[in-house]
């Protein structure tokens, strides 16, 4: 089993920048496939950012650019930079973990993130 606890989400005017954070609970980095996702009141989930065990990147379209994911393997952690924000960039903001050999996946409980003036 792995947990995973994000924070840093909160409220942020338009134009603001916020760092969210994902701490897993073991080292998993190496075989993993860490994301961030976000689910909008109404909407569905959707994928905003992912990293390998290799450290390659992939971003949505709608964030390129303007968020960074990373991660400190040394302290189990993911990061998510998001600058530029805007009021559609408003959601819940998970962190999951994910590896196909076998199928396995974990989610955390998400942190709020409310872009508004």
């Known amino acids: 089993q792995v947990q995973l606890v994000e924070s840093g989400g909160g409220l942020v005017q338009p134009g603001g920048s916020l760092r969210l954070s994902c701490v897993a609970s073991?080292?998993?980095?190496?075989?993993?496939?860490m994301g961030w996702y976000r689910q909008a009141p109404g909407k569905r989930r959707e994928l905003v950012a992912t990293?390998?065990?290799?450290?390659?990147?992939a971003y949505a379209d709608s964030v390129k650019g303007r968020f960074a994911i990373s991660r400190d393997s040394a302290k189990n952690t993911v990061y998510l930079q998001m600058n530029s924000l805007k009021p559609e960039n408003t959601a819940v903001y998970y962190c999951?973990?994910?590896?196909?050999?076998?199928?396995?996946?974990?989610w955390g409980q998400g942190t709020q993130v409310s872009v508004s003036a």
């Open positions: 990293i390998t065990g290799s450290g390659s990147t």
């Open positions: 073991r080292s998993i980095f190496s075989s993993y496939v």
């Open positions: 999951d973990a994910r590896r196909i050999v076998p199928v396995t996946t974990y």
